[in-house]
């Protein structure tokens, strides 16, 4: 199965497909915007790339992490909002099933620490996926986080199906 993980943002927004039998890294990177463009041809370009990344890998699942808003940072929620509806919507026309966790569960069932840091999260997916070096930027690397936490989040719930 192949599953795609996205770490959605504005300006950056970072996307990782595996395949989750093998934790096998089939394709990762960003899809970024520029800030001086207009957000609806930023949105767009969000929504034309994640469109055409599932038009090439055809994922059946993808995974996007639940808005998190600090009071100090509302705006930071709000755009982060605008790029996941945009992301959304792709998910929607092109029938993949969306999932989405809170980042502490996310980082939780990939690190073991619902409160891991950045370079944790990193070292980690470094570590799972058998890189020489960890996915840089950090929008990458928690995208495959994402895609991961989905593998061993939707396998626990399986096995503890089973048992009851």
Not at 67 to 80: C, G, Q, V
């Amino acid at each position: 199965m192949r599953i795609l993980g996205i770490d959605p943002g504005l300006g950056v927004t970072g996307y990782a497909v595996i395949e989750d039998y093998d934790f096998t890294l089939v394709e990762a990177g960003v899809i970024k915007t520029q800030v001086n463009t207009p957000i609806q041809s930023r949105l767009k370009k969000i929504y034309d790339g994640v469109s055409e990344i599932i038009r090439e890998h055809s994922p059946e699942v993808l995974v996007l992490e639940k808005i998190y808003s600090h009071y100090k940072h509302p705006t930071t929620a709000i755009l982060m909002g605008h790029a996941r509806a945009s992301i959304c919507l792709a998910c929607g026309q092109h029938n993949v099933k969306l999932i989405n966790y809170p980042s502490t569960r996310i980082k939780k069932a990939v690190t073991g620490n619902g409160h891991a840091s950045k370079q944790q999260v990193q070292r980690m997916v470094q570590n799972i996926l058998r890189l020489k070096k960890a996915p840089e930027p950090t929008d990458v690397s928690d995208a495959v986080a994402m895609a991961l936490s989905y593998c061993y989040i939707e396998k626990r719930q399986g096995v503890m199906g089973r048992r009851s």
